[in-house]
């Protein structure tokens, strides 16, 4: 097992992941005017629910309990959503930064999986299950439809990101210009979506 796994870049995306990610989770907690441990548990599940089952399914240390600035951030983040009116966040900003949360946490699951010899297939789906799986929990516990009941490009994106993470590593093309580029692609496609109404062709069959 590599004890070096993480890169500086590596260290900021999981970051920027998991803040996002809380941040979505702690304002859909403020939307339904729950109190501030309510707000506080969502940014966690959330923040942290994708990388939580990438870590268990690859045998690393679950990266949030031997980190403890993890949770730290998760609650001053529900902190700030605390504090700030949710008019502030109309429109469509929670998907705009839900979308930035998915790319980059795409990107270091499966960088992450790759570092840890998982081959090259797993590991994308590693990228998807890190990217998913907190807005997941969010949203059933939120008791909201999933993002994956609904048609716009959502997992796409994060598979995007993370197949260009796992073969710009096969190709051997310089790491951090890989996982910038990968972040970019999925975020742009996302964004696509969001603004397009992108969708895969639905189930017709009778």
């Known amino acids: 097992m590599n004890t070096e796994v993480l890169t500086p870049l590596l260290d900021w995306l999981d970051l920027a992941g998991v803040a996002i990610f809380a941040l979505t989770g702690a304002l ?8 501030f441990v309510t707000l506080a548990f969502f940014a966690l599940v959330t923040g942290v629910g994708g990388g939580t089952v990438r870590d268990l ?10 980190d403890g600035g993890v949770a730290g951030v998760c609650l001053a983040v529900a902190l700030f959503a605390w504090f700030i009116p949710t008019r502030w966040w109309a429109g469509r900003f929670l998907s705009i930064a839900d ?4 790319a980059a946490y795409a990107v270091l699951g499966s960088a992450k999986a790759l ?16 990217g998913c799986v907190g807005g997941i929990i969010r949203d059933v516990v939120a008791g909201r439809p999933s993002i994956l009941m609904r048609p716009e490009l959502y997992v796409t994106a994060a598979a995007l990101s993370a197949s260009l993470t ?3 590593d096969v190709a051997g093309i ?3 210009w890989v996982w910038v580029g990968a972040t970019a692609a999925g975020y742009g496609l996302r964004l696509a979506a969001i603004r397009w109404n992108l969708a895969l062709p639905a189930y017709q069959r009778d």
Do not use: C, D, S
């Open 99 to 102: 979308g930035l949360g998915l």
């Open 115 to 130: 570092q840890y010899g998982v081959p090259p297939v797993p590991a994308a789906l590693m990228g998807v299950i890190t």
């Open 28 to 35: 859909v907690a403020a939307k339904e005017r729950q109190t």
């Open 166 to 168: 796992v073969l710009g």
């Open 57 to 66: 399914l690859i045998g690393a240390p679950v990266f949030w309990i031997h």
């Open 174 to 176: 310089m790491r951090e």
